[in-house]
């Protein structure tokens, strides 16, 4: 058994610890693979299930309930996420009989890859809502999305978490220790479905397992490191991927004319680990409207910058852990509208922000950003800090 330690001592070590084994982060990002697990909930509401109320003299009677079921399913070959809601009001508002009004909203959003876990991958959605009010007739409107792409950026932020939680427990770590530990760090948001009154207590005996050989000592640190913000650990992304997809988006389905809306966009992401600790990520992205003539009410508004227009946007991010108590993270944002009736308009943001834990009890943050559209003689900064001190 570990020796036990004094709690003052385990609360300093929390604080400067040194980093994981060097490269032992960058092996294990480089294999890390997106968490496997699956949720399904169901629930039944009754929002204000049963309301009787009177306003001068006018009394009413309300009634609702509903139902919603979300499933999502994640793993390296896979993601699926799926949802139906379900709604149903009445009122006797400005009558003496139930007016009724029901909807109903169905979604699902799906990427496979074929062959490869970072190869070739397919993307497809779709939602549908339909609504029926009272004697009116039924409205409902369409949003549908494909798409293909090559590759796949990862942000392997758990495989640094892990990396922290050996070093404070001053172990040892393979790359193959931290896949392992990470794998179960991805997985905390199903504990909470699949054991909702003792949620925290089967993740942390999970990832005690993971480690092996914990006491309660240890849990108390893997527990500093995952949930208080003495740690600072930026995202560690890795890998790159290019994409198209397409989206179109039907106004009332049961209108004679619906009208659509349909849009482009193109993506490219790249993200390098520089060390252990540091890391570059690289997005652009490039958006064309190809007609805009759909009104969508219930659904999710299919993105456009205009029938006819382009927008084309860069990204530069870098982010430093100086240690597993102080991160930087920084950015450059270069964006270029080109709607179709005007000029074309280039602005560009710049940001930068530390956060340091002082000591067990302290956190400041130093922030600052810059920007300005070009032609422009304006110039918006900004310049702060923050901090929060834990009484308790």
């Given at each position: 058994?570990?020796?036990?330690?004094?709690?003052?001592?385990?609360?300093?070590?929390?604080?400067?610890?040194?980093?994981?084994?060097?490269?032992?982060?960058?092996?294990?990002?480089?294999?890390?693979?997106?968490?496997?697990?699956?949720?399904?909930?169901?629930?039944?509401q009754g929002e204000d299930l049963l309301l009787a109320e009177s306003d001068q003299g006018d009394t009413?009677?309300?009634?609702?309930?509903?139902?919603?079921?979300?499933?999502?399913?994640?793993?390296?070959?896979?993601?699926?996420?799926?949802?139906?809601?379900?709604?149903?009001?009445?009122?006797?508002?400005?009558?003496?009989?139930?007016?009724?009004?029901?909807?109903?909203?169905?979604?699902?959003?799906?990427?496979?890859?074929?062959?490869?876990?970072?190869?070739?991958?397919?993307?497809?959605?779709?939602?549908?809502?339909?609504?029926?009010?009272?004697?009116?007739?039924?409205?409902?409107?369409?949003?549908?999305?494909?798409?293909?792409?090559?590759?796949?950026?990862?942000?392997?932020?758990?495989?640094?978490?892990?990396?922290?939680?050996?070093?404070?427990?001053?172990?040892?770590?393979?790359?193959?220790?931290?896949?392992?530990?990470?794998?179960?760090?991805?997985?905390?948001?199903?504990?909470?479905?699949?054991?909702?009154?003792?949620?925290?207590?089967?993740?942390?005996?999970?990832?005690?397992?993971?480690?092996?050989?914990?006491?309660?000592?240890?849990?108390?640190?893997?527990?500093?490191?995952?949930?208080?913000?003495?740690?600072?650990?930026?995202?560690?992304?890795v890998g790159w991927e290019l994409g198209l997809r397409v989206y179109n988006g039907m106004g009332d389905?049961?209108?004679?004319?619906?009208?659509?809306?349909?849009?482009?966009?193109?993506?490219?992401?790249?993200?390098?680990?520089?060390?252990?600790?540091?890391?570059?990520?690289?997005?652009?992205?490039?958006?064309?409207?190809?007609?805009?003539?759909?009104?969508?009410?219930?659904?999710?508004?299919?993105?456009?910058?205009?029938?006819?227009?382009?927008?084309?946007?860069?990204?530069?991010?870098?982010?430093?852990?100086?240690?597993?108590?102080?991160?930087?993270?920084?950015?450059?944002?270069?964006?270029?509208?080109?709607?179709?009736?005007?000029d074309a308009t280039t602005s560009w943001a710049l940001s930068a922000q530390t956060n340091r834990s002082?000591?067990?009890?302290?956190?400041?943050?130093?922030?600052?950003?810059?920007?300005?559209?070009?032609?422009?003689?304006?110039?918006?900064?900004?310049?702060?800090?923050?901090?929060?001190?834990?009484?308790?």
């Amino acid at each position: 058994m570990l020796k036990q330690r004094n709690w003052l001592a385990v609360l300093s070590g929390l604080l400067f610890v040194p980093v994981a084994q060097a490269g032992t982060v960058q092996d294990a990002a480089s294999n890390y693979e997106v968490p496997t697990y699956e949720l399904g909930v169901m629930s039944v509401q009754g929002e204000d299930l049963l309301l009787a109320e009177s306003d001068q003299g006018d009394t009413a009677v309300n009634a609702h309930i509903g139902a919603s079921y979300f499933r999502t399913e994640q793993s390296p070959m896979q993601s699926l996420y799926a949802y139906n809601q379900v709604d149903a009001w009445g009122t006797t508002e400005g009558t003496h009989a139930f007016t009724f009004t029901a909807t109903d909203l169905i979604g699902v959003e799906t990427q496979k890859y074929l062959g490869d876990s970072r190869g070739l991958n397919l993307y497809g959605g779709l939602e549908l809502g339909v609504t029926k009010a009272g004697e009116n007739a039924a409205s409902g409107d369409l949003a549908v999305g494909v798409g293909a792409g090559y590759g796949r950026m990862v942000d392997a932020r758990f495989v640094a978490q892990a990396a922290a939680i050996f070093s404070a427990l001053e172990r040892p770590a393979t790359a193959e220790d931290l896949l392992r530990v990470a794998e179960v760090l991805g997985q905390r948001s199903e504990y909470g479905i699949w054991y909702p009154f003792d949620a925290d207590l089967q993740f942390f005996s999970a990832v005690a397992e993971s480690i092996g050989d914990l006491n309660g000592a240890d849990a108390f640190i893997v527990s500093k490191v995952l949930d208080t913000p003495l740690y600072n650990i930026s995202s560690r992304n890795v890998g790159w991927e290019l994409g198209l997809r397409v989206y179109n988006g039907m106004g009332d389905l049961f209108a004679d004319e619906s009208g659509s809306t349909t849009s482009m966009a193109q993506f490219f992401s790249y993200g390098k680990l520089l060390d252990d600790t540091t890391g570059i990520t690289i997005t652009q992205t490039l958006a064309m409207g190809l007609a805009d003539g759909g009104t969508q009410t219930l659904t999710s508004a299919v993105p456009t910058v205009g029938e006819g227009s382009m927008a084309l946007g860069l990204e530069l991010d870098f982010n430093k852990d100086h240690s597993y108590n102080w991160s930087t993270t920084a950015g450059l944002d270069v964006s270029m509208d080109m709607p179709a009736d005007s000029d074309a308009t280039t602005s560009w943001a710049l940001s930068a922000q530390t956060n340091r834990s002082m000591d067990e009890l302290l956190v400041v943050s130093l922030f600052a950003s810059a920007g300005q559209t070009l032609g422009s003689e304006d110039l918006n900064w900004t310049l702060g800090a923050a901090f929060m001190y834990l009484v308790f």
